[in-house]
């Protein structure tokens, strides 16, 4: 069974940092791409990040660009999203998303049940 | 890249079918067969319904389809039944390499 488990979330100050952690199991998790997707509270969802398989693309939402790093560490089968700079605008549910396309364009098959970031002074 | 716009919301009886357009432009939803769609329910994570456009993963309803044409993309549920009542999200693949989701559109089974 596939399964994300998504870690790393809380209360941080504006202009902080935050890493966030995503385990994965069921799968061949070096194989294949995987996103961190957001959601702010009460509001939709926003792709934020993706990582193809051996690191060889990384992508990232213009609003986060600069500030979050992804990274993904395949003998522990972890993706990993560095947040500095962190604004109140960041504020939201951060889910790790798996890619089900190993060729060109993107689904995700597979979703954590996300973590909570609060940004707040 | 701005969100592709969809309806706020809709709704529909028991047993009545609905459509959710998703409407983008040239750079994405026109651009690729690659729009997908996702069901979520309050507190819940997203849960892919459609891919590629038409494509149903395994287990998913044929009561769920998808559709393409130009830029708006659409997602059809026929036989509503209460436990399609969510938010929906359509995303798309961009020029830019990089995925932009719908405002969301929240169904209401009357």
């Known amino acids: 069974e596939v399964q994300l488990e998504e870690s790393g979330g809380g209360l941080v100050k504006p202009g902080e940092s935050l890493r966030l952690s995503c385990a994965a199991s069921g799968f061949t998790f070096s194989t294949y791409s995987i996103n961190w997707v957001r959601q702010a509270p009460g509001k939709g969802l926003e792709w934020v990040s993706s990582i193809s398989s051996s690191d060889t693309y990384i992508y990232y939402a213009d609003s986060v660009k600069g500030r979050f790093t992804i990274s993904r560490d395949d003998a522990k089968n972890t993706l990993y999203l560095q947040m500095n700079s962190l604004r109140a605008e960041d504020a939201a549910v951060y889910y790790c998303?798996?890619?089900?396309?190993?060729?060109?364009?993107?689904?995700?098959?597979?979703w954590g049940q996300g973590t909570l970031v609060t940004v707040s002074s | 890249q701005s969100a592709l716009t969809q309806p706020a919301s809709v709704s529909g009886s028991p047993g009545q079918s609905i459509t959710i357009s998703c409407t983008g432009t040239s750079s994405d939803v026109g651009g690729y067969n690659y729009v997908s769609w996702y069901q979520q329910h309050p507190g819940k994570a997203p849960k892919l319904m459609i891919y590629?456009?038409?494509n149903r993963p395994s287990g998913v309803s044929n009561r769920f389809s998808g559709s393409k044409s130009g830029n708006t993309a659409s997602l059809t549920i026929s036989g509503l039944q209460a436990e399609d009542e969510a938010d929906y999200y359509c995303?798309?693949?961009?020029?830019?390499?990089?995925?932009?989701f719908g405002g969301g559109t929240k169904l209401t089974v009357l």
């Open positions: 590629d456009v038409t």
């Open positions: 995303s798309s693949y961009t020029s830019s390499s990089s995925e932009v």
């Open positions: 998303a798996r890619d089900g396309k190993h060729t060109a364009g993107r689904y995700f098959d597979y």
